[in-house]
């Protein structure tokens, strides 16, 4: 089960900027990537419903790659039944409501985002000579 998160809406100041960071800083621009990644790794773990731990345990992040001009990096779980807790699934005539754990988990990543961003951006213009 994997999910993928897309940022939409940069005017071309924030396009060029970010252009900026990846090529002059690329490491710094996968560091942050990747933290966001795991952030919301952690936030998915935390809301996993625990029976025998198998499915909370099992959630990973993937690595970090890019194709064309986006990257990607997945956070997934490939136990069998992460989907059916994750939506909700029939057990006998009733049915089992979803936990909907990776959903609200990012509702609480993409709440965060503009203050991490923003901070992480201070700090670094702060630290960094841009274009």
């Known amino acids: 089960m ?3 998160y ?10 060029e900027l970010a252009k900026a ?4 800083y690329p490491e710094e621009f996968r560091r942050l990537v990747t933290e966001l990644a795991l952030h919301l790794e952690g936030e998915v773990k935390g809301r996993t419903p ?3 731990g198998h499915l909370r345990d099992n959630w990973h992040v993937g690595p970090l790659q890019k194709r064309g001009n986006e990257y990607y990096i997945e956070v997934y779980n490939n136990v069998e039944y992460a989907e059916p ?3 909700g699934h029939r057990r006998g005539r009733s049915f089992v ?15 965060i985002l503009p203050d991490y961003l923003r901070s992480w951006l201070d700090d670094f213009l702060a630290n960094h000579e841009i274009i």
């Open 2 to 4: 994997g999910t993928e």
């Open 6 to 15: 897309r940022f939409d809406g940069l005017d071309k100041w924030e396009k």
């Open 21 to 24: 960071i990846e090529q002059q």
């Open 50 to 52: 625990v029976d025998t």
């Open 85 to 87: 807790v994750e939506y």
């Open 97 to 111: 409501p979803g936990r909907h754990m990776m959903e609200l988990s990012l509702i609480e990543v993409q709440s």
